[in-house]
Nanobody, 119 residues
Framework: QVHLVESGGGLVQAGGSLRLSCAAS????????MTWFRQAPGKEREFVAA????????IYADSVKGRFTISRDNAKNTMYLQMDTLKPEDTAVYYC????????????WGQGTQVTVSS
């Protein structure tokens, strides 16, 4: 079992930036693909980005492509989400998880970190 803890959320003005972190403990972090999802109030949880176990490949939702960058540091058991040019519609709770990109199957969800973008 992998235990995940997100951090780095906060309140930022539109056009600003935030960097989220997802720290892992437990089973070997580098064995897993990892992902970020988000959930806005009253909406379904939606995919944001994912990264392969070795960081060699990344995928993004169209809504964040070109603005967000996912990365990981296996030596630090940590994954990141650099969010630039933030928009009010990026406001959500952001969650990280481990799993398999090939089947888009993820689990061991963290508790989430709130991102609020003001206009």
């Amino acid at each position: 079992q992998v235990h995940l803890v997100e951090s780095g959320g906060g309140l930022v003005q539109a056009g600003g930036s935030l960097r989220l972190s997802c720290a892992a403990s437990g089973r070997t972090f580098s064995n897993y693909d990892m992902t970020w999802f988000r959930q806005a109030p009253g909406k379904e949880r939606e995919f944001v980005a994912a990264i392969t176990w070795n960081g060699g490949s990344t995928i993004y939702a169209d809504s964040v492509k070109g603005r967000f960058t996912i990365s990981r540091d296996n030596a630090k058991n940590t994954m990141y989400l650099q969010m630039d040019t933030l928009k009010p519609e990026d406001t959500a709770v952001y969650y990280c998880a481990v799993g398999t990109i090939a089947t888009m199957t993820f689990g061991s969800w963290g508790q989430g970190t709130q991102v609020t973008v003001s206009s």
